[in-house]
């Protein structure tokens, strides 16, 4: 059995308590969320799911698959202002996404593994969410033409993501109300882009699927992104948009209520780190390409790290970067007693 198999079999053995701590931290979430406005909109969602359901979700995965071996560490950074772009079918100009997930896994030996996937939120008051055709949004889903940055403006740089149709890197999350009108009850869905938005999983089992890399839109690494214009750059983009930011350390813990602007937490920018450490491998590798050495080197906490850090600077898409490897055999005993 090759290495990655070895992986997957982990995960797979484990796929009914991942699931579980999953399906709970999102609906806690979402719990939070409602409770946090009189009537809160996509961003109130989104924001506790990035200021609580990731982090108690990491938290969970940590505890399941260290005594296994493997090594999971979760960053979750929330935005309040999307970055928006530009594309010559509409005369509107959409964000490019509400939330993005990106997972990457490094083997004991060879190359490491990496998916994105970007997603559109949607409130859902009925079975179905309806959008015109002519939709800003739903037209760069499903037809990805050239587009550019306006903000935050990147000059001289037009992307062009292929495949030219709809896929499964680029999709629509839907937000449950409190009616619970879905065929799901943990309150946050996926959807396909098309003019009918149908839930086809849950939030809880696509976040699962792209720990095994069956969800999302393969991207390559850094370097050879910087050589293209297609999904890979763009997802590098996205990443440098929302960390390249300057952090500071807030002493709460995981349970803890992160500060607050006006009435909900949509005004809120901050990232929180979930790690596990494990010396002598590439484990953080990823995480330190892309905070950059020095500012990871400030955010890398240690094994039981549970921390936020605060951000007054606003735009760039909420981001969920997970990074999985093994442990040696000396982390193993001491995760698994």
Sequence with gaps: MSDFHTYL????????????????????SHSKARHSAATPHEPDFIANLAAYGIPRMAADWKRILAPFGVA????????HSRPIVHHSL??????????????????????????????????MNDLTVELNTN?????????????QFVRPSIPGVTLDVKPKQAHRGAQ?????????????????????????????????????????FDEGKEFLGRK??????????????????????????????????????GSNLSGMSGLFACLTSNPGTRHHSFLSDVFGAEKWNQIELGEGGNHLFESNEDVGIPTVIIETSYMDSEKIERAGG
């Design 9 to 28: 079999h982990i995960i797979d053995a484990n796929k009914r308590a991942l699931y579980r701590s999953t399906l709970q931290a999102f609906a806690d």
């Design 72 to 79: 999971t560490s979760v960053v979750s950074v929330f935005c």
């Design 90 to 123: 509409s005369t509107t100009n959409p964000e490019i996404g509400d939330l993005l997930i990106v997972h990457v896994h490094h083997p004991r030996k060879g190359k490491s593994k990496r998916t994105a996937l970007l997603l559109q939120a949607k409130m």
């Design 135 to 147: 939709d800003h949004q739903l037209l760069l889903y499903q037809h990805w033409p050239t587009f």
């Design 172 to 212: 629509y999350l839907l937000v449950d109300d409190d009616h619970f009108m879905g065929p799901y009850s943990c309150v946050y869905s996926i959807s396909e882009a098309d003019d009918t938005l149908i839930p086809g999983q849950s939030l809880s089992r696509a976040i699962y699927k792209v720990l095994c």
């Design 224 to 261: 050879a992104s910087t050589r293209r214009l297609d999904w890979s750059r763009l997802i590098w983009m996205l990443m440098e948009q929302s960390i390249g930011k300057n952090f500071k350390r807030k002493n709460i813990g995981v349970h803890s209520k992160p500060r607050v602007h």
